[in-house]
């Protein structure tokens, strides 16, 4: 019987999933049998293309340290995985899903975070996908049942508390109204100064009253 991640992992392998976004060599394949490690993927630009928003030094770190290490202990996992598969070993299939989780899942999104960052990025985006981002608000909420912190977005005027059920603690209004005649369309720069005005003290204050409602 294959195991189901692993048969996830064949068809995902099969769907052609990630071979536009990462080089070839990036992508294991795990087959009946055949196991290929995950290698690291290059970076699309050279170590130093953010500076300055992100320093050569902590790309490098990031690349060669972190997302490796990932991908070392990801294949290291994926290696006891198909071992105990073959032997039957149901406890140690079920005891390794913590670190094929963080491991796993540390390689995929590190390889899309390379890929969203661009030295010629910035800007907004456009077409469809600024249609779809539209008009509202941002906000940090608290969930009361998972005592949780959460940060969402809510399109137009949908209140948070009663299309969320979340309790508003801080909210960022990204409406071009709220900041087109000053910053024109750079939203990001809008987004980054709000943070120099905001009242924390009225944020905390809503955080303690949410944890006793
Ligand atoms: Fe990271």
């Not at 050569?56 to 006891?80: G, R």
């Amino acid at each position: 019987m294959l195991y189901p991640l692993l048969a996830s992992r064949i068809a995902l392998a099969r769907s052609g999933f990630g071979k536009k976004l990462l080089a070839p060599a990036s992508y294991g394949l795990i087959s009946l049998g055949v196991h290929c490690k995950h290698t690291l993927p290059d970076l699309p630009y050279d170590y130093n293309a953010l500076e300055p928003y992100i320093s050569a030094d902590i790309m490098k770190l990031h690349h060669q340290k972190h997302h490796a290490t990932y991908i070392n202990n990801l294949n290291i996992a994926e290696e006891k995985l198909a071992d105990a598969v073959v032997k039957g070993d149901t406890s140690t299939i079920i005891s390794l899903q913590p670190a094929l989780k963080f491991n796993g899942g540390g390689h995929l999104n590190h390889s899309i975070f390379w890929e969203v960052l661009s030295p010629h990025g910035g800007g907004e985006p456009e077409g469809k996908l600024m249609e779809a981002i539209g008009s509202g608000w941002c906000w940090l909420g608290y969930d009361v049942t998972a005592k949780q912190l959460k940060i969402v977005t809510c399109v137009n005027q949908d209140p948070l508390k009663a299309t969320t059920g979340l309790i508003p603690l801080f909210g960022i209004d990204v409406w071009e109204h709220a900041y087109y005649l000053q910053y024109k369309n750079v939203r990001p720069d809008y987004v980054k100064a709000i943070f120099h005005i905001a009242n924390w003290k009225n944020v905390a204050e809503r955080f303690n009253a949410a944890q006793v409602s």
